[in-house]
T-cell receptor, first 111, second 113 residues
Framework: NAGVTQTPKFQVLKTGQSMTLQCAQD?????MYWYRQDPGMGLRLIYY???????DKGEVPNGYNVSRLNKREFSLRLESAAPSQTSVYFC??????????FGQGTRLTVV | GQQLNQSPQSMFIQEGEDVSMNCTSS?????WLWYKQDPGEGPVLLIA?????ELTSNGRLTAQFGITRKDSFLNISASIPSDVGIYFC?????????????FGTGTRLQVTL
């Protein structure tokens, strides 16, 4: 049982490049989330999806777009990467009112 | 944006000691959660609290949901080296049909022999 799988695990981008972070869950959860983690800031919500076909902004959505491709997959796209987007990104999934399960994270560096 | 204040920011304790950390918010939450994060891994849920005043244990861990719904506490008894990591509190609110988690800034725990 894989749980929440994120790819890639590591990525280095040049300023202005674009990329998509992939996330898939095999727990049949309705809700999925993208967080970023920065030193001393905890985890901050970027976007979330309550169900297939719906997405909503979280606390720090600027510079990102998301796609809920189907119930399993929720991708995060950086259209034009900036150094301020250097961070560790976590995808999570949950049923509506229960605990969230996290992936192992994607460490992104923008130079 | 909304943020939870978690304290202390870091702790350096000896093996066998008890540990206490807490989390406070200016807002009320329906649920309080405590996660632990090991290096290079995602957060893993330790304890979930669903009612004000609730006290819940998971082995050597005990957590409480504050009566005001604006705070929570986590205690670890008789710490061991594998307790090392970052502990996050999280408050959960229902927003439409999804639940949103707001995380604290974390408490980094280091245990010496």
């Amino acid at each position: 049982n894989a749980g929440v799988t994120q790819t890639p695990k590591f990525q280095v981008l040049k300023t202005g490049q674009s990329m998509t972070l992939q996330c898939a869950q095999d727990m049949n959860h309705n809700s999925m989330y993208w967080y970023r983690q920065d030193p001393g800031m905890g985890l901050r919500l970027i976007y979330y999806s309550a169900s297939e076909g719906t997405t909503d902004k979280g606390e720090v959505p600027n510079g990102y777009n998301v796609s809920r491709l189907n119930k399993r997959e929720f991708s995060l796209r950086l259209e034009s990467a900036a150094p301020s987007q250097t961070s560790v990104y976590f995808c999570a999934s949950s049923e509506t009112t229960t605990r969230a399960f996290f992936g192992q994270g994607t460490r992104l560096t923008v130079v | 944006g909304q943020q939870l204040n978690q304290s202390p920011q870091s702790m350096f304790i000896q093996e066998g000691e008890d540990v206490s950390m807490n989390c406070t918010s200016s807002s009320i939450f329906n649920t309080w959660l405590w996660y632990k994060q090991d290096p290079g891994e995602g957060p893993v849920l330790l304890i979930a609290l669903y009612k004000a005043g609730e006290l819940t244990s998971n082995g050597r861990l005990t957590a409480q949901f504050g009566i005001t719904r604006k705070d929570s506490f986590l205690n670890i008894s008789a710490s061991i080296p594998s307790d090392v990591g970052i502990y996050f509190c999280a408050g959960q609110l229902l927003a439409g049909t999804a639940s949103k988690l707001t995380f604290g800034t974390g408490t980094r725990l280091q245990v010496t022999l």
